[in-house]
């Protein structure tokens, strides 16, 4: 079937054509790990999780590689180290383990590639020298820049006027630039600063180049799909694209150019840490929400379009979530079951919404193996015990632990386990099958089910 995605770059739903349908390649912008993500910063991960899902479906499981970065070097990770008295380590480490239990709770697999910037210095180095040598990037002092106006294309993602690229950008007048949207590839780092030695002096990279280093060293020049958060895409992904053609003689560095839309909360505001107006996926599932819930949720609007996280948008899914569990059960189906219309819906432009009207059709109609098969394909009905849902829906709580105390500490355990602290998942899972409920660890993420 053929997949139409859109494209930032055209402005328009383009026909996707990979350069190698044996090898579809996809990079998303990872998280910088220096404090803990919100549900807002889940949204490109669960929308490009099912991205991947899809392209598996299409072009075959093994035939996709999938790269979502960690960022850990970065001013804001060194500034938390400093506070906190710790290598800058102590910090990644944590929150990196804290974004992948998070992730993990809302059914996101794991990427084929989780390249992390402090392990990709030299192709950085590499990039950068091979910038300068092209005439693209100069050194002054001990800090390297991107010569933008070297570069014809530009402005070709965001389509700016220069002086709205130059009050977004919120440049920084600096004595060591030469022009005012130049960017930092490299600058130096004082002794107890993190930092490698460089041709320019001992040193950190600049943001943008990890990724366009990253990309190049993990996946290729041209990559097919390179998606990230609407944010992103002014001034991150107009300087990565702006390095990777200037250092790979004009090829391009993706041809399809993916954003989400923001999520917001309290009105129109995005959700954002600045602003104080956060909710994380742990505080989430304390709250008795499911992490399938959360999942649906966040796919209930169509990814570019914003989506206002509210109690009544998770009521609301719960109960479409039900629905499905109560004509899907759990199990095995029958994979022969003709799911074309709801894989269709996905192929325009990942249409989640109308992706999820068909499999609200599936459940009426009863299609059972339809409705597994579709689920599964998005990632849900898998992970989740059906006992669950129909539970929370007729509000029996059992005598003893309650729905929302079991999730909890389930989540807890999950949490446990993805910072290795075993001794706490197994204290955590005894006092759960003290209580009868039978936590069970599957590929596809934890379940659980009274016993
Ligand atoms: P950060 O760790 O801040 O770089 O953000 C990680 C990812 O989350 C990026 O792709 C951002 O664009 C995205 N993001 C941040 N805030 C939101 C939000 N409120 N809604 C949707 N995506 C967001
Ligand atoms: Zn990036």
């Not at 009050?167 to 600058?187: C, H, I, N, S, T």
């Amino acid at each position: 079937m053929t997949i139409r995605l859109y494209n930032t770059m055209t402005r328009q739903k383009d026909i996707l054509a990979p350069i190698n349908p044996e090898r579809v390649t996809l990079y998303v912008c990872g998280p910088t790990v220096y404090g803990r993500a919100h549900i807002g910063n889940f949204r490109p991960a669960v929308v490009f999780d099912v991205l991947q899902r899809l392209l598996r479906h299409s072009y075959g499981a093994g035939n996709v590689v999938y790269a979502r970065n960690i960022t850990d070097i970065d001013d804001k990770i060194m500034d938390q180290a400093r506070a906190e008295g710790v290598a800058i380590d102590v910090i990644t480490r944590r929150f990196e383990d804290f974004y992948l239990a998070d992730a993990a709770a809302l059914g996101v697999m794991a990427p084929d590639l989780a390249p992390h910037a402090t392990t990709s210095i030299p192709a950085m180095i590499a990039m950068i020298a091979a910038l300068i040598a092209k005439g693209h990037a100069y050194a002054e002092g001990d800090h390297v820049l991107f010569d933008v106006p070297s570069h014809a294309g530009y402005g070709a993602l965001s389509r700016r006027p220069l002086d709205e690229m130059i009050a977004g950008a919120r440049v920084e007048v600096a004595p060591y630039k030469r022009g005012p949207m130049d960017f930092v590839l490299w600058k130096p780092s004082s002794p107890e600063q993190a930092g490698w030695d460089s041709p320019w002096g001992r040193g950190r990279p600049g943001w943008h180049i990890e990724c366009s280093a990253m990309i190049a060293e993990a996946l290729g020049t041209t990559i097919d799909i390179h998606g990230g958060g609407i944010d992103l895409s002014f001034p991150h992904h107009e300087n990565e694209c702006a390095q990777s053609a200037c250092a790979h003689d004009g090829a391009p560095l993706a041809n399809i150019w993916m954003h989400n839309g923001f999520l917001n909360m309290g009105g129109a505001d995005k959700m954002s840490k600045s602003l104080g107006n956060v909710v994380n996926v742990p505080d989430l599932l304390a709250q008795g929400w499911h992490g399938e819930v959360l999942r649906l949720a966040l796919l209930s609007a169509h990814y570019r379009q914003p989506l206002e996280w509210t109690d009544e948008v998770l009521r609301q899914t719960r109960n479409v979530l039900n629905r499905w569990y109560r004509t899907a059960g759990d199990g095995a189906w029958d994979e022969s079951a003709d799911i074309s219309a709801f894989v269709e819906a996905l192929s325009d432009d990942l249409n989640t919404p109308a992706a999820i009207a068909v499999m609200g059709g599936y459940a009426k109609d009863r299609n059972r193996d339809a409705l597994l098969k579709a689920g599964n394909l998005l990632g849900l009905l898998g992970t989740a015990s059906a006992d669950w849902f129909q539970g929370e829906d007729q509000a029996p709580a059992a005598a003893g632990l309650g729905l929302r105390e079991i999730d909890a500490l389930v989540a807890a355990r999950i949490a446990a386990r993805a910072a290795k602290d075993f001794a706490e998942s197994d204290r955590i899972r005894d006092a759960l099958a003290a209580h009868g409920i039978i936590v069970e660890d599957r590929p596809g993420g934890t379940s659980w089910r009274r016993g």
